[in-house]
């Protein structure tokens, strides 16, 4: 009987500890055809610092996509695309990984350690970023 009870107290601790060590989701549709307005929206617009997880979805019909993690120096960082190229430099931009080549109805996952500060999440797909496929995170302490 003894057991059982620090066996309950045991699991409760550990129940009420685990929504701290969990990461955060973010959810992410990308979507939008040749040719016509290209979309990449978050589920959230603001979260806190941590562990972070992107659910990456390609709600497309027939158009690739991909989505591009990147911290910026200022929430109003200017981002250059390369002239002939209708691209970013994620060289310069330094990016923090990506969920790269999702075909239409794909799902893909990036992990990330964030800290306080502003991102940007893009598809760097030729032609896509100036289409609109980019969409800002602020994470907060």
């Known amino acids: 009987m003894k057991y059982m009870r620090y066996m309950f107290a045991a699991a409760v601790v550990l129940q009420m500890a685990t929504p701290s060590f969990a990461a955060t989701v973010v959810k992410v549709v990308e979507g939008g055809e040749a040719g016509?307005?290209?979309?990449?929206?978050?589920?959230?617009?603001?979260?806190?610092?941590?562990?972070?997880?992107?659910?990456?979805?390609?709600?497309?019909?027939?158009?690739?996509?991909?989505?591009?993690?990147?911290?910026?120096k200022s929430p109003d960082q200017k981002i250059e695309?390369?002239?002939?190229?209708?691209r970013i430099d994620e060289k310069k931009l330094k990016s923090m990984g990506e969920v790269s080549d999702l075909k239409p109805g794909a799902e893909?996952?990036?992990?990330?350690?964030l800290t306080p500060g502003s991102?940007?999440?893009?598809?760097?797909?030729?032609?896509?970023y100036q289409a609109g496929m980019h969409a800002q995170l602020t994470v907060t302490k």
């Open 119 to 128: 991102y940007v999440l893009l598809c760097n797909i030729k032609g896509h």
């Open 81 to 86: 695309v390369v002239a002939g190229k209708d």
């Open 36 to 72: 016509g307005p290209m979309t990449l929206t978050l589920d959230k617009s603001t979260i806190k610092a941590g562990e972070t997880t992107f659910m990456v979805h390609n709600d497309a019909m027939s158009e690739e996509h991909e989505m591009v993690l990147v911290k910026l």
């Open 108 to 113: 893909g996952e990036l992990k990330a350690k």
